[in-house]
């Protein structure tokens, strides 16, 4: 059995207990400290088999935690910290621990129904088990028969904040441990060193779960849907496959990252459009290198001057997840739906988008190449203050429309990511 520490449950007194208001901590807990250590003391399981721990309170009620965790309170080892803040990422023996929430721009049309961890990568040990190192945590919206506790991988990270969690306002402890403090739903346990594989995940955790990292939340009554498809993430062994290896368009994950997280339209808008913007360069070399080689000189570098403008750059982009007619005929169908027409005579813009052709991607890509781009100088030049969206005083009255833009940009962004992202 592993040998209780004193100072370890003085420390867990001290920094948690003695938060609960006083006539709740005395009639659970004792009126001092010794009380408490008495209280553990006698809770000691029995053998190291043992799954649960029902700590017997002063008023004969029992409280239920998991052995990992009584351990990790209270037996040998270092004193634990209770004292790190809700929204910080957590470093604990070389890993690193972030916890999600809900984006503030995305309504969940479907929670996941999944609870427990999702194994990211696994290591051989030395006798030949395999080992989980990175994972992500789903907690369940139904409690399940472990529902007492966190496990093992989240405990550091669920401790760690036990102060900013723990739940003051009450008459009376609920029955399980866990449920004295607010709860979390997504956690991350990455290895430190694994900085690709974390912006990988940010990335699909955005786009397929519509979480984000628990830095700031904001008060914002704009919104896209989403569904949440954890099953896109999963490999054939119900493992999260994706790998640390390449930092290919990890700076175009980041756009996109940001944009998932901003309230702003305006900055959304260009957080989208960025990813567009990062991968102009590939594009256009991949463009100039497939060009027909037998055209005379003067004909090539005509070709190529065509297409060194920006709006031209982003045209060549946008083709490409202009793949079929069925998804031209979608992204048009719903800019003539939210009104974007309309939008667009604002910044003295007139589209005939009922007109597009939807047999030509090249057409309808340059057309839909110089919407975006003029709704993007709209908002970045403001210098014209005649065309600048921020400036122009009825515009207000159109930023629902301009959020549906913006989220059909931020959606042919993902649609261009996932085409380019490689080795996953």
């Avoid at 989980?132 to 669920?158: A, L, N, V």
């Avoid at 786009?207 to 939340?217: A, C, F, K, P, S």
């Avoid at 640390?244 to 989208?272: E, M, T, V």
Wanted: some cysteine.
């Amino acid at each position: 059995m592993k040998k209780i520490e004193q100072e370890k449950i003085k420390h867990f007194y001290n920094e948690v207990i003695s938060l609960y208001p006083r006539e709740v901590k005395e009639f659970y807990w004792g009126k001092d400290v010794s009380d408490f250590i008495d209280i553990i003391i006698n809770s000691l399981p029995e053998n190291e088999e043992q799954e649960i721990v029902s700590i017997i309170c002063r008023n004969n009620e029992s409280i239920v935690l998991s052995k990992p965790m009584f351990d990790f309170l209270f037996t040998e080892g270092e004193l634990c910290n209770f004292n790190s803040p809700i929204g910080r990422r957590y470093e604990h023996n070389s890993y690193i621990f972030i916890e999600f929430i809900k984006s503030p721009i995305i309504i969940i049309k479907n929670n996941l129904d999944r609870n427990g961890i999702v194994p990211i990568t696994k290591k051989e040990t030395e006798d030949g088990l395999t080992k989980i190192e990175s994972c992500f945590f789903i907690k369940g919206e139904i409690p399940t028969e472990d529902y007492y506790d966190y496990p093992i991988e989240i405990i550091p990270f669920f401790i760690s904040q036990m102060k900013a969690r723990l739940i003051k306002k009450v008459d009376k402890l609920p029955s399980y441990f866990i449920d004295h403090f607010e709860p979390m739903k997504y956690v991350l346990r990455i290895k430190n060193e694994q900085k690709n594989l974390l912006i990988k995940l940010l990335y699909k955790f955005a786009t397929n779960l519509g979480i984000i990292e628990n830095e700031i939340i904001y008060d914002n009554d704009t919104s896209t849907e989403i569904n949440q498809e954890i099953k896109s993430i999963l490999d054939d062994d119900g493992n999260i496959n994706i790998t640390n290896d390449s930092d290919q368009n990890l700076n175009s994950l980041k756009f996109y990252i940001s944009a998932i997280k901003n309230p702003n339209p305006f900055y959304r808008f260009l957080d989208a459009y960025h990813v567009l913007e990062s991968l102009f360069y590939e594009y256009f070399y991949n463009y100039v290198k497939n060009l027909n080689n037998n055209r005379s000189k003067d004909e090539l570098y005509d070709e190529i001057r065509k297409h060194i403008n920006e709006d031209q750059m982003l045209k060549l982009v946008l083709v490409n997840c202009l793949d079929n007619q069925d998804t031209i005929k979608k992204i048009k169908e719903d800019l003539i739906n939210k009104g974007i027409q309309d939008l667009s005579k604002i910044i003295n813009k007139n589209y005939d988008i009922i007109n597009w052709s939807e047999n030509e991607s090249e057409k309808f890509a340059l057309k839909l190449s110089d919407l975006i781009y003029s709704f993007r100088n709209a908002i970045v030049h403001s210098k014209k203050s005649d065309y600048h969206i921020e400036k122009i005083e009825e515009f207000k009255d159109f930023i629902p429309k301009f959020i549906d833009l913006t989220n059909i940009v931020l959606e042919l962004a993902k649609r261009i990511l996932d085409k380019n992202i490689e080795k996953w």
